[in-house]
């Protein structure tokens, strides 16, 4: 194999697979007439992105991810060639020459493309993925909790994460119309997300799903998704709605938060025409702020941990959002005024008062 290509294209396509790859797994480079494709895969996983370059000789390798990311990062060069000299890859630069192992040919193979379902806008998923990623758990020995879970059901993609505590559930759509339900690993996911560009194809087989675009390619086995659903959170009790601005609101919540105990834990008291935030703690005092609000319904004073509130918060940032409070231990569901081309539903449990 004999190549050129540009430095900080190969470097962003081999640090992108790096980055969803297991640290020590092998990467494929394969060279021919269309470029170079950077390629890696485990049991669970397959990813590949291409890369443009001028190809001398065809060819492909296996060499050692880490080190060819970290090479690549560090180049300060337009251009670098990347030829085969017996048992290792080398690097070549005009001034400096870097040589990595040949690793056996059967690791790296390039994935196979699971059939295309349907297509989404690349913007907008990677939007809805930030916030309904954010609530998914980071607690491994609970995988189950540990992914998004992805519904296709005509025209609409729903996304759907929780860890309990909270649920986020964005739905945005689709460029035609498929059929979908899986739950895939948040951090992945979001992973993928972030390096995909333009409209984004959305792949299922059986036990595993795909995400594609112009130059990538990422495959995963998938979870179990049927016990995570928004129908499972009861909100048809809703009693009392506010409407305020986000910002606002979260603004008032990390200053009163600071008087918080360990636990964090704010007051909403929800009056006539205005909502008090309220918290104490014993060894650095106490904090109230009231801000004006639209309020429909009785008064009510429900508590949340406030870095969840926050969180909450700042998926409506720039908007006005609508906290619809239910009574007792029930969600509050935060939606916006006025939602745009993502709709996001946000699910908060109340805290018991301390």
Same mark, same amino acid.
């Given at each position: 194999?004999?190549?050129?290509?540009?430095?900080?294209?190969?470097?962003?396509?081999?640090?992108?697979? @790096?980055?969803?790859?297991?640290?020590?797994?092998?990467?494929?480079?394969?060279?021919?007439?269309?470029?170079?494709?950077? #390629?890696?895969?485990?049991?669970?996983?397959?990813?590949?992105? *291409?890369?443009?370059?001028?190809?001398?000789? *065809?060819?492909?390798?296996?060499?050692?991810? #880490?080190?060819?990311?970290?090479?690549?990062?560090?180049?300060?060069?337009?251009?670098? /060639?990347?030829?085969?000299?017996?048992? /290792?890859?080398?690097? %070549?630069? *005009?001034?400096?020459? =870097?040589?990595?192992?040949?690793?056996?040919?059967?690791?790296?193979?390039?994935?196979?493309?699971?059939?295309?379902?349907?297509?989404?806008?690349?913007?907008?998923?990677?939007?809805?993925?930030?916030?309904?990623?954010?609530?998914? @758990?980071?607690?491994?020995?609970? $995988?189950? =909790?540990?992914?998004?879970?992805?519904?296709?059901?005509?025209?609409?993609?729903?996304?759907?994460?929780?860890?309990?505590? %909270?649920?986020?559930?964005?739905?945005?759509?689709?460029?035609?119309?498929?059929?979908?339900?899986?739950?895939? $690993?948040?951090?992945?996911?979001?992973?993928?997300?972030?390096?995909?560009?333009?409209?984004? &194809?959305?792949?299922?087989?059986?036990?595993?799903?795909?995400?594609?675009?112009?130059?990538?390619?990422?495959?995963?086995?998938?979870?179990?998704?049927?016990?995570?659903?928004?129908?499972?959170? $009861?909100?048809?009790?809703?009693?009392?709605?506010?409407?305020?601005?986000?910002?606002?609101?979260?603004?008032?919540?990390?200053?009163?938060?600071? !008087?918080?105990? *360990?636990?964090?834990?704010?007051?909403?008291?929800?009056?006539?025409?205005?909502? %008090?935030? #309220?918290?104490?703690?014993?060894?650095?005092?106490?904090?109230?702020?009231?801000?004006?609000?639209?309020?429909? &319904?009785?008064?009510?004073?429900?508590?949340?941990?406030?870095? !969840?509130?926050?969180?909450?918060?700042?998926?409506?940032?720039?908007?006005?959002?609508?906290?619809?409070?239910?009574? &007792?231990?029930?969600?509050?569901?935060? %939606?916006?005024?006025?939602?745009?081309?993502?709709?996001?539903? !946000? !699910?908060?449990?109340?805290?018991?008062?301390?």
């Amino acid at each position: 194999m004999d190549v050129t290509a540009p430095a900080h294209r190969l470097s962003a396509a081999v640090s992108a697979a @790096s980055r969803l790859l297991p640290a020590r797994a092998g990467l494929r480079l394969r060279a021919g007439a269309g470029g170079l494709t950077v #390629a890696g895969s485990d049991p669970d996983l397959a990813v590949r992105f *291409d890369c443009p370059a001028t190809t001398h000789t *065809d060819g492909s390798v296996v060499v050692p991810s #880490a080190p060819l990311a970290e090479t690549l990062r560090m180049l300060d060069t337009d251009l670098v /060639r990347l030829v085969v000299e017996g048992s /290792r890859l080398a690097l %070549r630069l *005009d001034n400096a020459r =870097f040589a990595l192992p040949l690793l056996a040919t059967e690791g790296g193979s390039f994935p196979a493309e699971p059939p295309l379902v349907s297509e989404v806008d690349g913007a907008a998923f990677a939007s809805a993925l930030r916030i309904v990623a954010g609530t998914a @758990s980071k607690d491994d020995p609970l $995988p189950l =909790f540990t992914g998004v879970r992805l519904q296709a059901d005509g025209d609409r993609l729903t996304l759907t994460a929780s860890d309990r505590y %909270r649920m986020a559930v964005a739905r945005l759509p689709l460029r035609a119309p498929g059929a979908l339900d899986v739950l895939v $690993p948040a951090a992945l996911l979001t992973e993928a997300a972030r390096q995909a560009t333009g409209v984004v &194809g959305l792949h299922l087989s059986p036990g595993r799903f795909g995400l594609s675009w112009p130059g990538g390619l990422v495959g995963t086995a998938v979870l179990d998704a049927g016990f995570l659903s928004e129908d499972s959170i $009861p909100s048809g009790a809703v009693d009392t709605t506010v409407s305020l601005p986000a910002d606002a609101l979260a603004a008032a919540v990390r200053r009163v938060g600071v !008087y918080a105990e *360990d636990r964090r834990v704010l007051t909403l008291e929800v009056g006539d025409t205005q909502v %008090r935030l #309220a918290s104490a703690r014993q060894d650095t005092g106490e904090a109230e702020e009231t801000l004006k609000a639209a309020v429909l &319904g009785g008064r009510t004073s429900p508590s949340f941990q406030a870095r !969840y509130l926050l969180d909450a918060l700042q998926a409506f940032a720039g908007e006005e959002v609508v906290l619809s409070i239910q009574p &007792g231990m029930r969600a509050c569901i935060l %939606r916006a005024a006025e939602p745009g081309e993502v709709a996001l539903t !946000y !699910y908060l449990m109340p805290m018991l008062p301390r």
